[in-house]
C-alpha cells in the first residue's frame, strides 16, 4: 500500500528566503511521486515528478525535489521565495502507471514580505 | 479538449436533491478519477476508470454515490439524496501513460448543499 505523510500543515517564509516543504512517502514498489500545487479557487497544477529517470526532479516556476530512497522522502525545495509562491501544495504517490493515487494532506504555504 | 473540463463549476443543491456532474478528460487518455475535496483537506480518492471499466469505486462514500463512463471518454459522478456533508469540490482528473503517468485535473465542480 502507498501512502504520504506530509510534516507540517502550514509553512511561513519571508520573501526571499529559502522554501522547504517536506513529503516522506511508503511504497511497496518503486515509486511514482509528483507534486502539485493549488493556488487558492484554482484546479491542481502539476509541478514536479519523479519518475526514476534521475533523483533531482526540476519543475516549475523554480521548484525542484529530490527522491532519496534511504529516506523515503521527496521534499520539495525553492531558494529564493516569491509571493506568487503563496499557495497550497500536495506531495502525492502512484506505484503504478494509470494507478490510483494517494495524496497527502497538503501544506499551505505562506510568503511574508 | 486542451484539458480536463469539468460542469457545473459552481452547483448549489438543495439538501435532498439529486445532482449530476461532467468531466470531460483529456482526448485519448485512457485512465479518469474522480476525488473529493472538502474545504481544508487534501483531495480523497472516490473512484476510477480505465476507459469504460470502472476499476475501483473504494472511495465513495455512501451508495448515493455513482460514477459512470459508458463510452470510455466523458464521465459522471452522480449524487442522490445529497445531503449537507457532500458539499466539497469534486475534482476530476485524467491520465496516460504515454505522458509518463502524470494526472492532470480539471478545475473541479464546487457543491453546495443547502
Known amino acids: 500500500a502507498q501512502s504520504v505523510t506530509q510534516l507540517g500543515s502550514h509553512v511561513s517564509v519571508s520573501e526571499g528566503a529559502l522554501v522547504l516543504l517536506r513529503c516522506n512517502y511508503s511504497s511497496s514498489v518503486p515509486p511514482y511521486l509528483f507534486w502539485y500545487v493549488q493556488y487558492p479557487n484554482q484546479g491542481l497544477q502539476l509541478l514536479l515528478k519523479y519518475t526514476s529517470a534521475a533523483t533531482l526532479v526540476k519543475g516549475i516556476n523554480g521548484f525542484e525535489a529530490e527522491f532519496k530512497k534511504s529516506e523515503t522522502s521527496f521534499h520539495l525545495t525553492k531558494p529564493s521565495a516569491h509571493m506568487s509562491d503563496a499557495a497550497e501544495y500536495f506531495c502525492v504517490v502512484s506505484d503504478l502507471p494509470g494507478n490510483q493515487f494517494y495524496f497527502g494532506t497538503g501544506t499551505s504555504l505562506t510568503v511574508i514580505p | ?114
Not at chain 2, 487534501?42 to 480505465?50: A, D, K, M, N, V
Open chain 2, 1 to 114: 479538449g486542451a484539458g480536463v473540463s469539468q460542469s457545473p463549476r459552481y452547483k448549489v443543491a438543495k439538501r435532498g436533491q439529486d445532482v449530476a456532474l461532467r468531466c470531460d478528460p483529456i482526448s485519448g487518455h485512457v485512465s479518469l478519477f474522480w476525488y473529493q475535496q472538502a474545504l481544508g483537506q487534501g483531495p480523497e480518492f472516490l473512484t476510477y476508470f480505465q476507459n469504460e471499466a470502472q476499476l475501483d469505486k473504494s472511495g465513495l462514500p455512501s451508495d448515493r454515490f455513482f460514477a459512470e463512463r459508458p463510452e470510455g471518454s466523458v464521465s459522471t459522478l452522480k449524487i442522490q439524496r445529497t445531503q449537507q456533508e457532500d458539499s466539497a469540490v469534486y475534482l476530476c482528473a485524467s491520465s496516460s501513460r504515454t505522458e509518463g503517468n502524470t494526472i492532470y485535473f480539471g478545475e473541479g465542480s464546487w457543491l453546495t448543499v443547502v
